[in-house]
């Protein structure tokens, strides 16, 4: 199967850190653009950041960052273990949500783009 699988949440207090993992299962992530996305309870889902292709001749590894986590958050990947990370620090109660990663050829910001979804690890984050 054709997946995402993510990793790595947990609850953490305010002023935290967490690292996520997305390990790519039956594709090769270095071949798409890989984005974090989260989703909180009655709210829409949002992207967090991404990461251009590693295979890119020309802009690889571009990385975007919503406002909302810029100077917080950091994406990278690691191409042997077919594997993107997300780091986390100075977590808020805000940043409470499920998270999710996912392959687009593009690098679109609209989770729409993107394919091969995960089940999302959950992030809480408490005051």
């Known amino acids: 199967q054709v997946q995402s699988v993510e990793s790595g949440g947990g609850s953490v207090q305010t002023g935290g850190s967490l690292r996520l993992s997305c390990a790519a299962s039956g594709y090769t992530s270095r071949h798409y653009c890989m984005g974090w996305f989260r989703q909180a309870p009655g709210k829409e889902r949002e992207t967090v950041a991404r990461?251009?292709?590693?295979?890119?001749?020309?802009?690889?590894?571009?990385?975007h960052y919503a406002d909302f986590v810029k100077g917080r958050f950091i994406i990278s990947r690691d191409n042997a273990k077919n594997t993107v990370y997300l780091q986390m620090n100075r977590l808020e109660p805000a940043d409470t949500a499920m998270y999710y990663c996912?392959?687009?050829?593009?690098?679109?910001?609209?989770?729409?783009?993107?394919?091969?979804w995960g089940q999302g690890t959950q992030v809480t984050v408490s005051s």
């Open positions: 990461i251009s292709a590693d295979t890119l001749t020309a802009f690889a590894n571009i990385t």
């Open positions: 996912a392959a687009a050829v593009g690098c679109d910001s609209r989770p729409s783009a993107y394919i091969y």
